[in-house]
């Protein structure tokens, strides 16, 4: 892969918060919360979002390939892998159902379908992951928000299974 390189040079010159980016709770808090004050603006989070962005145009050509965008995504999943105690074998198991499902989320993610992601399209995602975790809608994500929204995901999670059966 020919963005390999400047893509990793690029992630790591980013702030830790800019890298892991997850979408749970308590983790969404410590990624984002650049000020460190426990909670996370909206502001804080499109300030991230914007330089993950950046990030990952890595020709700045102004929008995200599919190569560029699950390049970066390969880079945080090999982060978190190599700081799991899963063995070598449940690690490729999980590299693999993470890249195909990466190559999914590029094709949701691309609305218009021109394997381009802009930055809106890009940008939109960020909205709706921000937005689920904002549960009282003041646009800071707190500790509370991340523990009810958390308590939210449960019960789904549980109804879908119970309704599985």
């Not at 919360?33 to 996370?40: F, P």
């Not at 009282?136 to 308590?151: E, L, S």
């Amino acid at each position: 892969m020919k963005i390999l390189l400047p893509l990793t040079a690029a992630l790591l010159a980013l702030p830790a918060s800019a890298i892991a980016a997850p979408h749970e709770g308590s983790a969404f808090i410590h990624d984002y919360d650049a000020d460190h004050d426990g909670q996370v603006t909206r502001a804080e989070f499109d300030a991230a979002r914007a330089a993950r962005f950046q990030a990952t145009d890595v020709n700045k050509d102004g929008w995200v390939s599919e190569e560029e965008y699950v390049g970066e995504y390969r880079a945080r999943l090999e982060q978190q892998l190599a700081a799991s105690g899963q063995s070598e074998e449940k690690k490729e198991e999980e590299r693999q159902r993470q890249i195909r499902q990466a190559h999914v989320r590029f094709g949701v993610l691309d609305k218009d379908k021109d394997s381009k992601m802009t930055e809106a399209e890009y940008d939109a995602s960020g909205a709706r992951a921000f937005a689920e975790q904002d549960d009282d809608r003041n646009g800071i994500v707190t500790a509370t928000d991340a523990a009810a929204t958390a308590a939210r995901q449960l019960a789904a999670r549980q109804a879908k299974d119970k309704a599985g059966r």
